[in-house]
């Protein structure tokens, strides 16, 4: 079974940071594209980060860009989201996603996952 378990979430002041993780079972891991989106209530779904694993290509929204960083342990199946200088416009529930097919384009623009993990409540308070 194709899984995504997501964690790291949770409350801090603008400026601080927060880590997130993403483990992906049931893949093979190596051929993902994955990433992450983050939805705000009654605003639509917004990119934040997409990676290609055996590629290495890594694209960032550029609101975020320059303030969170994408990093991999590939023996543990996780990818991580490194997010610093953390505002209140940051706050949302974030997603994990993968595309299993490693189809790295369509994953960014279109969201094109066949499979996204549980939400992750991150929050910034001012």
């Known amino acids: 079974e194709v899984q995504l378990q997501a964690s790291g979430g949770g409350l801090v002041q603008a400026g601080g940071s927060l880590k997130l993780s993403c483990a992906a079972s049931?893949?093979?891991?190596?051929?993902?594209?994955i990433g992450w989106f983050r939805q705000v209530p009654g605003k639509e779904r917004e990119r934040v980060s997409a990676?290609?694993?055996?590629?290495?290509?890594?694209y960032y929204e550029d609101s975020v860009q320059g303030r969170f960083t994408v990093s991999i342990d590939n023996a543990k199946r996780t990818i991580f989201l490194q997010m610093n200088r953390l505002k209140p416009e940051d706050t949302a529930v974030y997603f994990c996603a993968a595309n299993s097919k490693g189809w790295l384009n369509s994953f960014w623009n279109n969201g094109q996952a066949d499979k996204w993990g549980q939400g992750t409540q991150v929050t910034v308070s001012s």
């Open positions: 990676t290609h694993i055996r590629d290495g290509i890594t």
């Open positions: 049931g893949f093979t891991f190596d051929r993902l594209a």
